[in-house]
């Protein structure tokens, strides 16, 4: 059993940065793949990153060059940069036991097994 809690979203405006946390307890998180998804009011879950437990990384390709995931220990961060309006959203975090996902999988909500329950970002434009 893993346990996720997602930290550091808020209000911000149009241009800021924010660096979302995802502090992993449990049995052995760091070795799961850990994921990042959002959701917008009135939209379905999306993909954002994931980085698996050897360090490879995927991204959406609306956040290319904008965010950036990374992880230590069993801590996970989503660091935010350029932030627009099109970002506002609640964060969540996921973690696979798999530890490995293709990209294709990545993307995939089905493929996690445990969740955060999110953290909100608003951007202001």
């Known amino acids: 059993q893993v346990q996720l809690v997602e930290s550091g979203g808020g209000l911000v405006q149009a241009g800021d940065s924010l660096r979302l946390s995802c502090a992993a307890s449990?049995?052995?998180?760091?070795?799961?793949?850990m994921g990042w998804f959002r959701q917008a009011p009135g939209k379905e879950r999306e993909f954002v990153a994931a980085?698996?437990?050897?360090?490879i990384t995927y991204y959406a390709d609306f956040v290319k060059g904008r965010f950036t995931i990374s992880r230590v220990l069993n801590t996970g961060y989503l660091q935010m940069n350029s932030l627009n309006a099109d970002d506002t959203g609640v964060y969540y975090c996921?973690?696979?036991?798999?530890?490995?996902?293709?990209?294709?999988?990545?993307?995939?909500?089905?493929?996690?097994?445990?969740w955060g329950r999110g953290t909100q970002v608003t951007v202001s434009s």
């Open positions: 996921a973690a696979a036991v798999r530890g490995f996902l293709t990209e294709r999988e990545s993307r995939e909500t089905t493929e996690y097994d445990y």
């Open positions: 980085i698996m437990w050897r360090g």
């Open positions: 449990g049995r052995r998180p760091s070795s799961y793949a």
